[in-house]
């Protein structure tokens, strides 16, 4: 691993990338901004016949602003941490096609947690539309619509995604409680302090993308990744070249090739600008 300016393969017009990017904390800052240098780097990539494609743990409803901040009407996005990915087209009803969705029963995950948690705050993902949830969340965490539920709705049906806010706990108490009950059937990824995401089993940003590239006829030697959350281990051990974030954590760092920039430098753009002619 290397720190610094990451170096980059030439790039071949007849060899497009696969750069897979992260949006929170690699292309948009914490507080909710975007650089006209993070915009100009995406659509010159772009206009080099590169695949930008944005992958987040956010849900779909929250992503397709993103792309349409950043010029992208057509492409592959990856959501909900790799449980959700679209094409967007701008000719769809929705500005955008369905391609895959992997969906799991939330219900025994949830029981075990609000046992343990009885004072959190849970919430599960309507695809397209926002969240079922059994209390409100605050303003701004969760984008579309906001349906408070009784618990036993949460696992009415099978859902992509299930979000747990429990603001008197740490990411370690996360991680001491998913060892100790066991939750073997499940994927999850713990953010910020107070917040852990559940997926299907064996989802993650990486298993998405694998199948974007192998759509889009990518060579395994073409892709490239930034980030800079746990979520996006797997998708940086997944690129040929992965990229954490400067101010990632140690474990992201390690599961990178290189570290560019922090996120208050746009150290994105660095990478983003070394993989253009």
Known sequence: MTDGVPTSPAAAPSEPLLVALDVDGTLMSYDQEMSDDVRDAVAALREAGHHVVLASGRS????????????????????????????????APEGYELEDVVTFDPGPALRLLRDRLPGARYAVEDIGVGFRMNELFPDGELDGVHRVVDFDELWSGEVTRVVVRSPGSTSEDFHELVEQLGLEDVTYAIGWTAWMDLAPLGV??????????????????????????????????????????????????????????????????????????
């Open 204 to 277: 993650t940003k990486a298993t998405a993308l694998e199948q974007v590239r192998r759509s889009l006829h990518v060579q395994p030697h073409r892709t490239v990744a930034v980030g800079d959350g746990h979520n996006d281990v797997e998708m940086l051990g997944w690129a040929a070249r992965g990229v954490a974030m400067g101010h990632a954590d140690e474990r992201v760092r390690a599961a990178a090739d290189e570290v560019t920039g922090p996120i208050a430098d746009d150290g994105a753009v660095t990478v983003l600008r070394s993989l253009l002619p």
């Open 60 to 91: 779909l409803v929250a992503m397709t602003p993103v792309a349409e901040i950043l010029g992208i009407d057509r492409g592959w996005v990856v959501a909900s941490n790799g449980a959700v990915t679209a094409r967007l087209d701008p000719e």
